[in-house]
């Protein structure tokens, strides 16, 4: 089956620093979401974005869907940025629309 | 809008016993999907059902089982708990069921296995 690798596995900012999240998969997939999860657990919708780049205030991505990858780009981080970020490639299986998860970064941002 | 609500929070058993776990979808969603998150890992895909349908299910044994209701809630079941059964039960719902669609997720069900 499709693998998604992500890097870093752990990264630790200082407050105002900039940092870059990839994300790789092995075959083509029909969408990707990026997320970051708070402490309590939620999947916080951050982008959806098979291909191309989107930009949400702090935070960019930009999916290279024929290089089968994705970057994560948070600029200026705050603390509230820490967590766990992970990058989901959208599939289909059959009849069934699935998301495969990657390992997740976890970033701590230190004020 | 209210996003996807799960319940019970939080919820500790025990090995063999059995228990229920609930979703309700974003109004308008008629696709829930399920996944299982191990501490330290990824959210792994447990079931996906559609208009009441099952669509697809992951690698996950027949004590696994769900449904879909009228008004496209969703229960998971899980039968003779194991330990390893310990995670975080997250549910996601979408549109319909292709894997175009963005799936959004609840704020999901910490299960502990005594």
């Known amino acids: 089956g499709i693998q998604v690798e992500q890097s870093p596995p752990d990264l630790i900012l200082q407050e105002g620093a900039n940092s870059t999240l990839r994300c790789n998969f092995s075959d083509s997939v029909n969408n990707l979401q990026w997320f970051h999860q708070n402490p309590w657990g939620q999947l916080i919708n951050l982008f959806y974005i098979p291909s191309g780049t989107k930009q949400n205030g702090r935070l960019s991505a930009t999916t290279v869907a024929t290089e089968r990858y994705s970057l994560l780009y948070i600029s200026s981080s705050q603390t509230t940025d820490s967590g766990v970020y992970f990058c989901a490639v959208a599939v289909r299986s059959g009849n069934t629309g699935k998301l495969i998860f990657g390992q997740g970064t976890t970033l701590q941002v230190k004020p | 809008d209210a996003g996807v609500t799960q319940s019970p929070t939080h919820l500790i058993k025990t090995r063999g016993q059995h228990v229920t776990l609930r979703c309700s979808p974003i109004?308008?969603?008629?696709?829930v999907s399920w996944y299982q998150q191990v501490l330290g890992q990824g959210p792994q895909f447990i079931f996906q059902y559609y208009e009441k349908e099952e669509r697809g299910r992951g690698n996950f044994p027949d004590r696994f089982s769900a449904r879909q209701f009228p008004n496209y809630s969703s229960e998971l079941n899980v039968n003779a708990l194991l330990l390893g059964d310990s995670a975080l039960y997250l549910c996601?719902?979408?549109?319909?069921?292709?894997?175009?669609?963005?799936?959004?997720f609840g704020p999901g069900t910490r299960l502990t296995v005594t």
């Open positions: 109004s308008g969603h008629k696709s």
């Open positions: 996601a719902s979408s549109l319909a069921w292709d894997s175009y669609y963005e799936q959004y």
